[in-house]
């Protein structure tokens, strides 16, 4: 059973920046794919950016595509989500996900989920 802890959300002002993370534990890290979703007051919960086991292939959603970036660091078992030039429409909770296969875009794709983060961004 893998367990997945996110952190580093907060308010923050249009136009800056925050770095999310996520510790998981209970499973050995570099055999999941690893993704980001958010669910935004009112709308379904929507991929934002995924990572395969090793960190070679990362795709992120067109909505933050130039602003977002994913990355791994196996050897601390952590995924992060470094996020720039933030928008109000990136408020949202974010979760991080983990797959035992492909991380995809697909939330089935996952078999694991964290609490979630509240991310803010004022305008």
């Known amino acids: 059973q893998v367990q997945l802890v996110e952190s580093g959300g907060g308010l923050v002002q249009t136009g800056g920046s925050l770095r999310l993370s996520c510790t998981a534990s209970?499973?050995?890290?570099?055999?999941?794919?690893m993704g980001w979703f958010r669910r935004a007051p009112g709308k379904n919960r929507e991929f934002v950016a995924a990572?395969?086991?090793?960190?070679?292939?990362?795709n992120v959603a067109d909505s933050v595509k130039g602003r977002f970036t994913i990355s791994r660091d196996n050897a601390k078992n952590t995924v992060y989500l470094q996020m720039n030039s933030l928008k109000p429409e990136d408020t949202a909770v974010y979760y991080c996900?983990?797959?035992?296969?492909?991380?995809?875009?697909?939330?089935?794709?996952?078999?694991?989920w964290g609490q979630g983060t509240q991310v803010t961004v004022s305008s």
């Open positions: 990572i395969s086991r090793n960190g070679g292939t990362a």
């Open positions: 996900a983990a797959s035992r296969y492909t991380a995809t875009a697909h939330e089935g794709s996952y078999n694991y």
């Open positions: 209970g499973g050995t890290f570099s055999t999941y794919g």
